[in-house]
């Protein structure tokens, strides 16, 4: 079947404008994450949502990020107002039912440029 | 906090050396671990995990990982490396029991292997 899929795959933006970037997870599959990974680093957890409710936003670096998932599938995380500092490699997963050591599958990503 | 160090950054080898690649984490409970690769151009895939039991671990394509829990390490081998094997390599931890599901992840490892 389908992977996950992101959509922007990139995206280029001005200071101070809003981004919306939006996954696409594994049918079926009831977790989903957003890893955030600047170049030369590991990826960064940013947030995670069972079904439509979100279970742990501790990564988020700011009010100005946040992220929804209202049918317990798509999900959007929108970055507000966006500095340069937000450029990165926006990683979303998923992961089926389960325990919580079960792979998560990662999508392409969205490379986040902001000028 | 917890932390995961990836002791190489980047590692060349010739075809048939063996590879070692160091994982060590910081955190005295309860871990999941896990190596993700990132072929150039694709996503990044689980290689393998471990969760509990036996701490010598296989993964696919001939990769294993030992657990050693005195040590806080959990390093990738494989015996005789393929030119396919050229990737970034990421080390992964899952910290605590219950239900938390957020990675800590190392910067990466990128190995380049020369034909």
């Known amino acids: 079947g389908a992977g996950v899929s992101q959509s922007p795959r990139y995206k280029v933006t001005k200071r101070g404008q809003d981004v919306a970037l939006r996954c696409d997870p594994i049918?079926?599959?009831?977790?989903l994450y957003w890893y955030r990974q600047a170049l030369g680093q590991g990826p960064e957890f940013l947030t995670y949502?069972?079904?439509?409710?979100?279970?742990?936003k501790s990564g988020l670096p700011n009010d100005r990020f946040s992220a929804e998932r209202p049918e317990g599938s798509i999900s959007t995380l929108t970055i507000q107002r966006t500095e340069q500092r937000d450029s990165a490699m926006y990683r979303c997963?998923?992961?089926?039912?389960?325990?919580?050591?079960?792979?998560?599958?990662f999508g392409p990503g969205t490379r986040l440029t902001v000028l | 906090a917890q932390s995961v160090s990836q002791h190489n950054h980047h590692v060349i080898l010739s075809e048939a050396a063996s590879l070692e690649l160091g994982c060590n984490y910081s955190?005295?409970?309860?871990?999941?671990l896990f190596w993700y690769v990132q072929y150039p151009g694709q996503h990044l895939q689980l290689l393998l995990k471990?969760?509990?039991?036996d701490p010598l671990v296989k993964g696919i394509k001939g990769f294993e990982a030992e657990f050693i829990k005195s040590k806080f390490s959990f390093n990738l081998r494989k015996p005789s490396v393929q030119w396919s094997d050229t990737a970034e390599y990421f080390c992964?931890?899952?910290?605590?029991?219950?239900?938390?599901?957020?990675?800590?992840w190392g910067l990466g490892t990128s190995l380049a292997v020369n034909p």
């Open positions: 997963a998923s992961s089926p039912r389960g325990r919580e050591y079960n792979e998560q599958f």
């Open positions: 049918s079926g599959h009831v977790s």
């Open positions: 949502f069972n079904y439509e409710a979100q279970q742990d």
């Open positions: 955190y005295g409970g309860t871990v999941n």
């Open positions: 471990y969760f509990s039991g």
């Open positions: 992964a931890v899952r910290a605590g029991a219950g239900n938390n599901r957020k990675l800590i």
